[in-house]
């Protein structure tokens, strides 16, 4: 019997997983110190806002990144140094926050995180790309969706979305007990799993380190097998020697192949 507990926890697998979440923090904190953003907020709450950081000159667009952390965890300002590849690759670069369970649902979440990225697209002309880790690869790739909960007009600019790491399948997120906070039930559980649902009219790019727990790498292979089967543009890149937490740390490099496959 699967304990989808322990499949799902990344943070005790990982040798000095504390110190990496200590080091994104002063990252994300001398990045903007650096460089303050540009605060957007579409919300009452705190968390209903983004974080905007402009190039040189005329954007090539917008890159947008959802953050982790189940749904439950972190904040846009934890990751702000992840802004530094596309930004310096002209590209302006939003940060959207989001409510956490257990205050809402994953399904509400979805909302939030849609009207993060339509007010940022509402600042910043061009076209979209989507990327997200861990609960956010779930986001962006709902984004990405004919679905998605955009206007029209916002949903035709995004091109490609980048999944990293993403939680593909919640349906085993049930038997976790994490669900005593995200409260998943069947129903919800199924609509919100990508695996379940069309491949996005655009291009998608599931990107996972290869060092990862078994439970992230069958999600990659189960979702790249259902949109291929259904027709979708799509692909899985196995990063070498990365796990959870390592993988999305080359989006601060702007010449990482990471950084590339969100911009392209």
């Known amino acids: 019997m699967i304990d989808w507990t ?15 979440v200590v080091r994104w923090a002063d990252a994300a904190s001398d990045f903007r110190d650096a460089h303050p953003p540009e605060v957007l907020a579409w919300g009452d709450h705190p968390r209903q806002a983004v974080d905007l950081w402009r190039p040189e000159g005329e954007a090539r667009g ?5 953050h982790g952390g189940y749904w439950k965890a972190f904040d846009r300002t934890d990751w702000s140094h992840l802004a530094a590849g596309a930004l310096a690759r002209g590209w302006a670069v939003a940060l959207p926050g989001y409510r956490l369970a257990p205050e809402v649902r994953v399904s509400e979440i979805v909302h939030d995180a849609a009207a993060g990225v339509q007010a940022a697209a509402e600042a910043v002309g061009g076209p979209i790309r989507l990327a997200g880790h861990s609960a956010g ?23 490609r979305v ?4 993403g ?36 291009p998608a790019t599931l990107w996972v380190g290869a060092a990862e727990r078994p439970e ?26 990365r796990n959870h937490f390592t993988v999305v740390d080359a989006l601060a490099d702007p010449g990482s192949p990471l950084t590339e496959a969100w911009l392209a």
Do not use: C, K
């Open 167 to 202: 939680v593909h399948d919640l349906r085993p997120l049930r038997l976790a007990a994490m669900n005593e906070v995200l409260r998943l039930d069947e129903a919800e559980a199924e609509a919100e799993s990508a695996v379940l649902r069309p491949p996005p009219p655009g």
């Open 62 to 66: 917008l890159a947008v990144f959802l």
């Open 6 to 20: 322990d499949a799902f926890e990344n943070g005790a697998y990982i040798a000095g997983a504390a110190d990496i």
């Open 137 to 159: 690869g779930h986001l962006v790739l709902r984004l990405a969706g004919a679905d998605a909960p955009l206007a029209s007009a916002v949903r035709e600019r995004i091109g």
């Open 216 to 241: 992230f790498l069958r999600q990659t292979r189960a979702l790249g097998e259902a949109w291929g089967r259904a027709g979708g543009d799509v692909r899985e890149v196995y990063d070498p020697g």
């Open 162 to 165: 980048v999944s990293i790491s």
